[in-house]
């Protein structure tokens, strides 16, 4: 069956068998491998994309199901170069470890920022709740979608110059800490995540 | 790799048009709205269709509104527009207490309403819902179509009325005056399936138990209602006697599986429990007794 999907807006057209599933549609036939294919029973959420306006667990769609529609990957997050939000939080408040969630993880909180510019972090709980992080990193992936709201709104300023992974180490912008009282190294290990401003610096 | 077997894949334009498609290819062919529970069947060879009829294309059955009296939800109508629905929440809290505890919030995105009551997992949430609600569903045919009542509408796990050219175009629920009610489930981690779970509609008339509906998930009860404590209530004065007793009732009438979730007495002991505590519940936001506390929804807070 032939299908048209606009992936990351640009359309693809391809001749596909029903029931290839979108995920594999997307890492198998478009080459795009940001999009993780992980328990293959919706429970892990690895593989969240946008379908249209709002997050979908790819393993449980087929790819004939977004024939004409439009699909977004974690590849289409950052647009014209520059890192999305997200991404900035997420590098700066160490949202990751092995990064295998991460893409999906970020997809799911652009779309809850789009629609909750402001939320609670049980509200960001809540949002991720199918998704699984086996590092068991929560702690950092909420501070960071939730650090993310702030640079949406433009109240936690640039970062400049700021590469991946470094942003734990500076330890968030004045003001607006990923980690209020030190980075997590001062927090004396996983008990001080359950203390914010409890660190010991 | 979990992968469905071949299947041939067709896209519905119209109810008339998927009853068409319906109609020439039954009894191989499955409708697909969101797929959140056949894909995953289909992956297991659990279902294993012919013919797949995709129904998301169809326009006007994706809908949550006020008619005559009762509130009309669209097939296609999503676990998250339920759940976002002023109306379901002013009028029937149970929806919104069993929504907050369906999947997660991408798969209620995407898992549909209509979806599924068709899929009839026993351990589905909104059967005993729409149940305890006293509801109908509309399903439509190639001779027209036939409203029945929700607790008519599930023949056996997996199984409803709707037969394999037909399909579920609409869920009524009436709105009656001095209503109240709650659902309450209990599982073993956020987005699983019910260990056991309750639901409870009250009408109250004069201070006492105009009608009442008990909705059970996951425990083996017949067509997902408690009917004996239910009849046990009818008349009565609402009071934490009465719903402990109800609760006592429903745990010996239903019949739980033991299972990787937990034993049998286990789940009867929640059936007990959980039934005295949305029928509180229920009682108490249809503006019950007003010494009956309104307790938290959730069994666990929720900030």
Redesign the interface.
Known sequence: ?KITVTVNGTDHARVV?????LI?FLRDDLGLTGSHWGC????C?AC?VW?DE????SC???A??ADGRRVTTVEGLAAGGALDPVQEAFAECHGLQCGFCTPAMMM?ARWLLDNNPDP?A?EVR??I???VCRCTGYENIVRSVLRAAKHDSGAAGAVPGLRPGEGAAIGGVEGLPCFPGGTPHDLGGPRGDHSPGGGTA | MQVPAQFEYEKATSVAHALTLLTRYAPGARILAGGHSLIPMMKLRLAQPEVLVDINGIKGLRYIERADGELRIGALASHADLLASPEAGEHFTILHDAERVIADPVVREWGTIGGSLCQADPSEDLSAAFAALKGSMVINGPDGSREVSARAFHTGPYETVVGPAEMLTEIRLPVRPGSGSAYLKVMRRAGDWPIGAAGAAVWLADGLIADVGIGLTAVGASHFVAAEAEEFLLGRAPADEAFAQAGEIAAAHCNPASDQRGPAEYKRHLVRELTARVLRTAVARAGGPAHAPVPSPSLRPRS
């Open positions: 069956m068998e029903p029931r290839l599933l594999h293959d029973t919706s429970n959420g969240v379908l709002a997050p979908v667990k449980t769609v087929l004939v199901m799911t609670t049980a809540e949002a709740s199918g998704q």
